[in-house]
């Protein structure tokens, strides 16, 4: 065993981040807010828990239909734009998710700790 690894995963957080913090949007000033605090949460929970093999982590993802992005998605134009604004030229599905919630709440993820995992599309690379 090395000097301060945990061998076996206790559990773990994931969190919900938002590309919003990375981004000034003059529309979105307190969700962007929040969203901020969501990271700063998520790299402290990373460095409180990690030492008793709890991960933190947060996923930020891009554009995906939900109650919040309804009146969006029903502006086709808007909806276009979006998705042009990735590398993969589409907007997120929910199910684009899943293999990454599934990652980093397993034990192969022990080792990923504090981080925020873009699911956008590849927006950020732009």
Known sequence: MKFGKVLQPSGGELNFAS?????????????????????????????????????????????????????????????????????????GEISDMDGLMIFLCAPASIYVMGQILFVDGGYTAK
């Open 19 to 91: 590309l919003h913090p990375r981004r000034g949007l003059k529309s979105g000033i307190s969700y962007g807010t929040s969203k901020g605090v969501v990271e700063q949460m998520t790299h402290a929970m990373a460095e409180t828990w990690s030492r008793y093999g709890i991960t933190a982590n947060a996923i930020a993802p891009r554009f995906f239909q939900t109650e919040l992005t309804t009146a969006v998605f029903s502006d086709l134009e808007l909806t276009e734009k979006n998705a042009n604004q990735t590398c993969i030229g589409s907007n």
